[in-house]
């Protein structure tokens, strides 16, 4: 059975940062892209940041480029995302995914994680 958890929300003051975790289990870690997706409260899931099995390929959404970092360290099975400058606009759940290759399509995933809350304040 996989599994993906979260790790690493919570409150905090626009300019600060945060570091969210996500541990798998379940399967060869090594071999799949991940993904980190937002969902803020009336609003779709979408694609923060992902990354590709080996790491060498990455992608970030417009707004986040410059202030957030993917990781991921296949010896540990997890993947990291370094949110650095936060803004209120940033607020939302996050959710990491799994899945054969880097897309923006949260229907291109078949593994996800429960999320973590992350909540940026003025």
């Known amino acids: 059975q996989v599994q993906l958890v979260e790790s690493g929300g919570g409150l905090v003051q626009a300019g600060g940062s945060l570091r969210l975790s996500c541990a798998a289990s379940?399967?060869?870690?090594?071999?799949?892209?991940m993904g980190w997706f937002r969902q803020a409260p009336g609003n779709e899931r979408t694609l923060v940041a992902a990354?590709?099995?080996?790491?060498?390929?990455?992608y970030y959404r417009d707004s986040v480029k410059g202030r957030f970092t993917i990781s991921r360290n296949n010896a540990k099975n997890t993947v990291y995302l370094q949110m650095n400058s936060l803004k209120p606009e940033d607020t939302g759940v996050y959710s990491c995914?799994?899945?054969?290759?880097?897309?923006?399509?949260?229907?291109?995933?078949?593994?996800w994680g429960q999320g973590t809350r992350v909540t940026g304040s003025l």
């Open positions: 379940g399967r060869t870690f090594s071999m799949y892209a």
């Open positions: 990354i590709s099995w080996n790491g060498g390929s990455t």
């Open positions: 995914a799994s899945g054969p290759a880097v897309s923006t399509y949260p229907a291109d995933y078949d593994y």
